[in-house]
């Protein structure tokens, strides 16, 4: 997600910013979240607030892009407090495919991890959505917003973020579906990206082909690389069909190099959130944050393993610790203790409790980099078979603090300010997947996911990044109109 510079933190969000260390004789007296939490976490904790009426669209599928923390729709003549800010404001009259786009990947997460068919059609219609309404078919692409019912900008303004971002739902609906329509799309638009934003210095993707929206055609930005890989590229390309197959995984290849020769500082051991000037290299500038960080180390280590170049994986796996190590902090308990729940302070009680930060300077987190720093510790731990005693603070943090308990869902800031122009479902049910699969595997328990497709299909079958030996194969009754499989997976691995 798109950090925002003007973001005005809470005061909780500022404490419990930071984290990540090994595992230390504290942690023995605490617990981490099991697979059934985690679960319970996705459906009683995130999916109350997505699964509202108010959620769904309409027509169904055309999910809005802006509500209020209890769930109701903008209105833009009394503006909920949560998304009256400076930053947010100017975009009410747009609605972003992007967002679009994120809230369908949510509904197939939580579809993957329940079963639950109602989370299931409404992917679907948000596909479809996708797929009729918001791709450019004069000029190739997809619409990055609509503003009265038009397309907001002409095609060359629009960014190759917002590219790619249109296709993370596509994404993970073809993933669970192996859907041909869906495969169509996925491959012609990422041919248009790669065709059309190719820089001719090599250099990666160009961030929009045209001035315009305050965005330049000078600009050099990591996203413009990084979400193509973590968008669409990584979990797709496996899964096609040649010749397909073999030319994404060579982009694949050539995104991943890109992003280490020329926005990767080994000096720093951190990636540059731009490259076009000096300014927009600096620490403090826009997405030059540890969540920018730790997700481009986490795609280049997955990059890394389906492409069978251990270099990269090495790299990244020593970028990983280093940076979960920069990003953690251990805040005053006075200061934290009346944010933290009567279960979590009899257990924390005398402990130093750790947390994430943003940057070395910044006590500050959003909870999309909260996300990302406790998957990469997550992986970490699948990896080296050690827990890093962060993570005993920040899991439980992230189900108990940062989510609404009285309407559901995560914010970007704790249990607030859940739906916005650059904030959704996203973040957080990708949180809960990957703790799933990281709580049965460390727990060495099966791992049971569901898919949208019969038996004859199931082959290639993975849980999301990562590898794993398929144990047993369950068909199960139809539903929104197609069959369902329940697939145990054992022995689950980066």
Not at 137 to 153: D, M, P
Not at 389 to 414: A, C
Request: charged fraction near 20%; include cysteine.
């Amino acid at each position: 997600m798109k950090k925002n510079k003007w973001l005005k933190r809470t005061c909780l969000s500022a404490v419990l910013g930071m984290g990540a260390v090994i595992v230390h004789a504290s942690a023995a007296s605490l617990s981490l979240p099991d697979g059934e939490q985690w679960l319970e976490h996705a459906k009683q904790g995130l999916a109350p607030y997505w699964m509202m009426p108010s959620a769904r669209g309409e027509p169904e599928g055309n999910f809005p892009t802006f509500r209020c923390d209890d769930g109701q729709l903008l209105d833009v003549k009394r503006v909920c407090a949560e998304l009256n800010y400076g930053w947010i404001t100017p975009h009410f009259g747009r609605e972003y495919t992007r967002m679009k786009s994120r809230q369908t990947y949510a509904y197939g997460v939580l579809f993957h991890l329940t079963g639950d068919p109602e989370a299931l059609k409404l992917a679907r219609q948000g596909a479809k959505y996708l797929i009729e309404k918001l791709q450019d078919k004069e000029h190739g692409g997809f619409i990055s917003f609509t503003q009265q019912g038009k397309a907001g900008l002409e095609w060359q303004q629009r960014t190759s973020q917002d590219q790619a971002y249109a296709l993370v739902g596509l994404a993970m609906l073809y993933y669970l579906t192996r859907d041909a329509q869906i495969e169509s799309v996925l491959i012609q638009q990422q041919r248009f990206i790669f065709d059309k934003y190719r820089l001719p210095d090599g250099k990666g993707l160009a961030w929009v082909l045209e001035d315009g929206d305050e965005q330049s055609a000078k600009q050099r930005e990591l996203v413009a690389q990084l979400d193509q890989v973590n968008g669409y590229l990584l979990l797709v390309a496996p899964l096609l069909p040649e010749p397909h197959k073999s030319r994404w995984l060579e982009d694949l290849n050539w995104l991943t190099q890109v992003m280490l020769s020329h926005y990767y500082s080994a000096e720093e051991q951190r990636f540059y959130g731009a490259i076009h000037h000096k300014a927009v290299m600096m620490q403090s500038a826009k997405h030059n944050d540890f969540g920018h960080t730790i997700k481009a180390y986490w795609m280049t280590y997955l990059s890394g393993q389906k492409l069978g170049n251990t270099a990269w994986q090495t790299l990244a796996h020593k970028g990983m610790q280093h940076t979960l190590q920069q990003a953690q902090y251990a805040p005053n308990w006075a200061d934290i203790a009346p944010w933290i729940p009567p279960a979590l302070q009899a257990q924390w009680k005398g402990q130093q409790v750790l947390s994430w930060r943003s940057r070395p300077s910044n006590n500050g987190i959003s909870s999309w980099e909260w996300a990302e720093l406790d998957q990469a510790a997550m992986t970490l731990a699948l990896l080296d078979g050690n827990v890093p005693e962060v993570l005993y603070y920040t899991l439980p943090s992230y189900m108990q603090i940062w989510v609404d308990p009285r309407f559901g869902g995560v914010g970007l800031n704790p249990q607030s300010t859940k739906a916005f122009h650059w904030g959704n479902a996203y973040h957080q049910f990708e949180h809960a997947l990957v703790g799933y699969l990281f709580s049965q595997q460390m727990n060495k328990k099966p791992v049971t996911l569901y898919y949208a497709m019969d038996k004859a299909q199931a082959e290639h079958l993975a849980p999301y990044y990562f590898n794993a030996d398929v144990q047993q194969v369950e068909s199960l009754p139809n539903a929104s109109g197609l069959p369902r499989i329940k697939v145990r997976f054992t022995s689950l691995k980066p």
